[in-house]
């Protein structure tokens, strides 16, 4: 079954170095999505982006952060300037159409700000 | 923003029960989804629900979409140990097209003792 690929597994990093954070989406998708979860937390929506352009964002997506697809198949979050806060699990996700048709997540990256 | 109510928190069963959970929104969602979520894992779409009213079933999980819009169920029936896990409903606000983001309930978390 095709598969979200997200890597690092996990990616330790210090407070106020940028990170990245990759996922290869499944290969036939067009819509691709970015979410995070902090520990115990509920799943949240941060960003989607459609034909090379970001689609819909929520305030917590803010300045700091970006998304980018630099080639055929990647798909990368970055994190400019992290904080503690930060540090969760960060799921990309994609689906063929838009919609809830195929929407898929990956396994995700946790993120660690020390 | 949307949010959505997800009950119970979490749940205690003994194997082979059946479990019952559900979500509740201020607002309408035009698609309801039910994820399961395993630990370290990204969430893995159960069922989704399209149309106010529709019933679905996949397996031993059945979920149905409520009349107002508003709100969601899912059941689990003659539950195994496999089952345990945090289950999530999600709702996006549009039926069709487009990159829509996800609302995520705060999960129900399911636990089935020996």
């Known amino acids: 079954e095709p598969e979200v690929t997200q890597t690092p597994s996990h990616q330790v990093t210090q407070m106020g170095q940028e990170v990245i954070l990759r996922c290869v989406p499944i290969?036939?998708?067009?819509?691709f999505y970015w979410y995070r979860q902090i520990l115990g937390q509920k799943v949240e929506f941060l960003v989607s982006f459609y034909n090379n352009e970001i689609s819909e964002k929520s305030e917590i997506f803010d300045d700091q952060f970006s998304v980018e697809r630099p080639d055929g198949s990647n798909f990368t979050l970055k994190i400019r300037s992290t904080k503690l806060e930060d540090s969760a699990m960060y799921f990309c996700?994609?689906?063929?159409?838009?919609?809830?048709?195929?929407?898929?997540f990956g396994s995700g990256t946790r993120l660690t700000v020390v | 923003g949307q949010q959505l109510n997800q009950s119970p928190q979490s749940m205690f069963i003994q194997e082979g029960e059946d479990v019952s959970m559900n979500c509740t929104s201020s607002?309408?969602?035009?698609?309801w989804l039910w994820y399961k979520q395993d630990p370290g894992e990204g969430p893995v779409l159960l069922i989704a629900?399209?149309?106010?009213?529709e019933l679905t079933s996949n397996g031993r999980l059945t979920a149905q979409f409520g009349i107002t819009r508003k709100d969601s169920f899912l059941n689990i029936s003659a539950s195994i140990p496999s089952d345990v896990g945090i289950y999530f409903c999600a709702g996006m606000p549009n039926s069709g097209g487009g990159a829509d983001g996800l609302t995520f309930g705060k999960g129900t978390h399911l636990i089935i003792q020996p």
């Open positions: 607002s309408i969602f035009n698609t």
């Open positions: 996700a994609s689906s063929e159409v838009g919609g809830a048709y195929g929407y898929t």
């Open positions: 290969s036939n998708h067009l819509y």
């Open positions: 629900l399209y149309k106010a009213g």
